[in-house]
T-cell receptor, first 115, second 110 residues
Framework: GAVVSQHPSRVICKSGTSVKIECRSLDFQATTMFWYRQFPKQSLMLMATSNEGSKATYEQGVEKDKFLINHASLTLSTLTVTSAHPEDSSFYIC???????????FGPGTRLTVT | GESVGLHLPTLSVQEGDNSIINCAYSNSASDYFIWYKQESGKGPQFIIDIRSNMDKRQGQRVTVLLNKTVKHLSLQIAATQPGDSAVYFCAEKAGNQFYFGTGTSLTVIP
């Protein structure tokens, strides 16, 4: 299957700083990338959907100005957590999908810890 | 308001037994269904899929059953092994929309 990578896999940052997470589709072009967050022993929560070249669509309750998403190319989307707080600590997962395709291909996730 | 993740139901099975994980889906227009496996600290991995024109599909040790009448999907794992311990969740696709189930945490008892 298609491969999706995320970088970094783990990041620790101080409260008030910003951190960027990259999501790349390595062997296919993704028209759409999804960003999820997941708390321990809980289900995936969709944060936003980003289409290449367009503004991301955020789910209700997700702050656009805090979670900045850029999908500048068909192989790269970035999520920037701005002014991070300890409650932003979570597991962030991206997935990639091509219009007309079937399954979403998930990245390995990024563990964010805000101290 | 802020959305909250749902806590996962759990299933414990003895090693060697068969496991059945169930999923109720919501959209009658969904035409494609997937089961994912997620191990702790990792991203979800594709296990098996099925299209709506089928009611059963088999893979290696896994079988997916689809009952469109009651909008129910199940995953059967034969001869469950310790390496099968993970969270399993279903996904349905309707057009460009995806919907994910909450997931079930499977624990295999040696």
């Amino acid at each position: 299957g298609a491969v999706v990578s995320q970088h970094p896999s783990r990041v620790i940052c101080k409260s008030g700083t910003s951190v960027k997470i990259e999501c790349r589709s390595l062997d296919f072009q993704a028209t759409t990338m999804f960003w999820y967050r997941q708390f321990p022993k809980q289900s995936l929560m969709l944060m936003a959907t980003s289409n290449e070249g367009s503004k991301a669509t955020y789910e209700q309750g997700v702050e656009k100005d805090k979670f900045l998403i850029n999908h500048a190319s068909l192989t790269l989307s970035t999520l920037t957590v701005t002014s991070a707080h300890p409650e932003d600590s979570s597991f962030y997962i991206c997935s990639a999908w091509t219009s007309g395709g079937y399954e979403q291909y998930f990245g390995p996730g990024t563990r964010l810890t805000v101290t | 308001g802020e959305s909250v993740g749902l806590h996962l139901p759990t299933l414990s099975v003895q090693e060697g037994d068969n496991s059945i994980i169930n999923c109720a889906y919501s959209n009658s227009a969904s035409d494609y269904f997937i089961w994912y496996k997620q191990e702790s600290g990792k991203g979800p991995q594709f296990i098996i899929d099925i299209r709506s024109n089928m009611d059963k599909r088999q893979g290696q040790r896994v079988t997916v059953l689809l009952n469109k009448t009651v909008k129910h999907l199940s995953l059967q794992i034969a001869a469950t092994q310790p390496g099968d311990s993970a969270v399993y969740f279903c996904a349905e696709k309707a057009g460009n929309q995806f919907y994910f189930g909450t997931g079930t945490s499977l624990t295999v008892i040696p």
